[in-house]
């Protein structure tokens, strides 16, 4: 069964920075985009940040200038570096990619359970 597993989150005063880590799975042979999702509490999950198996980035603007996302494909991990922390950032992040998996021809989208992220003003 596939997993993601996030880590890295936790609870920072505004101006601080987290560096999130997700691991896949070893039942993962390939994975194309993977990227970071959050959600505030009453609020919908928002993209924050992806990255294509090429490198190519892209974030939400909210983040932009803040936020770093990079991957080791050799490890299967996903990163996302957040400096200059503000209470509006607090939320959980989930991970997820588009994957497949050993034995499998089919690409699909997983998630991880998310870690907490909380701001201090």
């Not at 920072?12 to 959050?38: F, P």
């Not at 989930?94 to 359970?113: D, F, I, M, Q, T």
């Amino acid at each position: 069964q596939v997993q993601l597993v996030e880590s890295g989150g936790g609870l920072v005063q505004a101006g601080g920075s987290l560096r999130l880590s997700c691991v896949a799975s070893r039942t993962i042979v390939s994975i194309n985009d993977m990227g970071w999702h959050r959600q505030a509490p009453g609020k919908q999950r928002e993209l924050v940040a992806a990255i294509t198996s090429g490198g190519s980035t892209n974030y939400a603007d909210s983040v932009k200038g803040r936020f770093t996302i990079s991957r080791d494909n050799a490890k299967n991990t996903v990163y996302l570096q957040m400096n200059s922390l503000n209470p509006d950032d607090t939320a959980v992040y989930y991970c997820n990619a588009h994957a497949r998996e050993v034995l499998s021809s089919r690409y699909l989208h997983y998630w991880g359970k998310g870690t907490l992220v909380t701001v201090s003003s």
